[in-house]
C-alpha cells in the first residue's frame, strides 16, 4: 500500500527586506504594503496561498514591518465609520483581508538572506512540507501555478520550485536549475541549481521564480549552510544539496511556468503590473484603457 503524503497546509512568506529598490518610498512603509491599483502587494500573495487551500500563514518580518500585520487585522475604527456612513461596498473591502487565512508572525531579527528567513519559520512549521512564496511575484489568479505545485509534491514528495524560461542574457539575475524531463510536459526534474550565474555558464535558461513547496528537509540543511552569493544564507544552495543527493529529502522537481507573472520587486515592473491588472478591471479598465490609448497616441 502506498503511503500517502502529508497534506500542506502551511505558506511561509518572507517579508523582512528593507525594500532599498523603492526608496524612499520605502522609507517608512513596508514594500509589501505598496499598492498594486488599490490593494497592497501582500495582500495578491495570501490570496494565492489561500486559494491553493493553504490558511495557515507565517510572515517573516522586521523592524518597521508593524503595517503588515495591521492590515491583516480588524480595525475597528474604520469599520465603525463605514458602517455609520452605510458604506458596505467599501467595509467589504476593508473587511476582506481580516479573515482570509490564519496569520503569524515572526521577526527575522537578522536579515541574512532568504535561507535564513525560511529557516525562522522552523518551530511553526514542524515536520510537515510548507510552501513559500516571494512577495515580489505576483501570480495571475487565472494561471495557477501555486496549486499545482502541491499537487506535484503531494504526488513525488521531496520540493518544488517554480521555473520560468528566460533570455539567457537574463539568468544571471535568477536562481538556476539543470532540469531533466518528465512524463508531465510541465514538470520536469532538478537535478542541479546554480544562485545567479554568468550567463555563458547557466546550465539552462530555467529561472526560479519565487514560490517554493518545500520539505522540512530543508532546515537542517539550511542550519549547515554557509554564507553565500552576497554574504547570505540562499535558498538555492540548500535546494541544491536536496537534488543532488535524494536521500536527505526527497527528489526536487520543477514545475514550469507560462503564465502571467508581475514582477513588482523592480521600479519598471511594477509600473506594468499595475497598468495591466488596472486595464482588466472591469470596474476601471474600459475608462482607463481609453485614457491610455490618447495618452500613447499624444506622446507618439
Not at 473587511?95 to 537578522?110: I, K
Not at 550567463?199 to 518545500?214: D, F, H, M, T, W
Not at 503564465?259 to 472591469?282: K, P, S, W
Request: aromatic share 6%.
Amino acid at each position: 500500500m502506498t503511503q500517502s503524503l502529508p497534506r500542506i497546509t502551511k505558506a511561509v512568506i518572507p517579508a523582512a527586506g528593507l525594500g532599498t529598490r523603492f526608496l524612499p518610498a520605502t522609507k517608512a512603509t513596508p514594500k509589501e504594503m505598496l499598492p498594486v491599483v488599490d490593494k497592497p502587494a501582500i495582500q495578491y500573495v495570501v490570496e494565492e496561498a489561500v486559494e491553493a487551500g493553504l490558511n495557515d500563514v507565517l510572515m517573516i518580518t522586521g523592524r518597521n514591518k508593524r503595517p503588515l500585520e495591521d492590515h491583516f487585522d480588524r480595525n475597528y475604527e474604520l469599520e465603525e465609520a463605514l458602517t455609520r456612513k452605510g458604506d458596505a461596498e467599501r467595509l467589504s473591502k476593508v473587511q476582506e483581508s481580516n479573515d482570509l487565512a490564519t496569520m503569524h508572525y515572526v521577526r527575522q531579527g537578522d536579515p541574512r538572506g532568504l535561507g535564513h528567513a525560511v529557516l525562522c519559520a522552523a518551530p511553526h512549521v514542524g515536520e510537515q512540507p510548507f510552501a513559500v512564496l516571494l512577495g515580489d511575484d505576483l501570480i495571475d489568479p487565472r494561471d495557477p501555478l501555486l496549486s499545482r505545485m502541491v499537487e506535484v509534491q503531494e504526488r513525488e514528495g521531496g520540493s518544488v520550485v517554480a521555473l520560468m524560461e528566460v533570455e539567457p542574457a537574463q539568468i544571471g539575475l535568477y536562481g538556476c536549475a539543470a532540469v531533466e524531463a518528465t512524463i508531465d510536459s510541465d514538470v520536469v526534474k532538478v537535478t542541479d541549481l546554480v544562485e545567479k550565474p554568468d550567463p555563458g555558464e547557466a546550465p539552462s535558461n530555467y529561472a526560479i521564480i519565487g514560490r517554493y513547496v518545500l520539505d522540512p528537509a530543508v532546515f537542517e540543511i539550511l542550519r549547515e549552510t554557509e554564507p553565500g552569493r552576497g554574504g547570505e544564507i540562499q535558498l538555492t544552495d540548500a535546494l541544491q544539496k536536496l537534488a543532488k543527493d535524494e536521500r536527505v529529502g526527497g527528489p526536487v522537481h520543477g514545475v514550469v511556468f507560462k503564465g502571467r507573472r508581475y514582477d513588482t520587486g523592480d521600479r519598471g515592473d511594477y509600473l506594468r503590473a499595475i497598468v495591466r491588472l488596472a486595464c482588466e478591471r472591469e470596474d476601471l479598465g474600459p475608462d482607463f484603457r481609453t485614457w491610455l490609448r490618447s495618452y500613447v497616441s499624444e506622446e507618439m
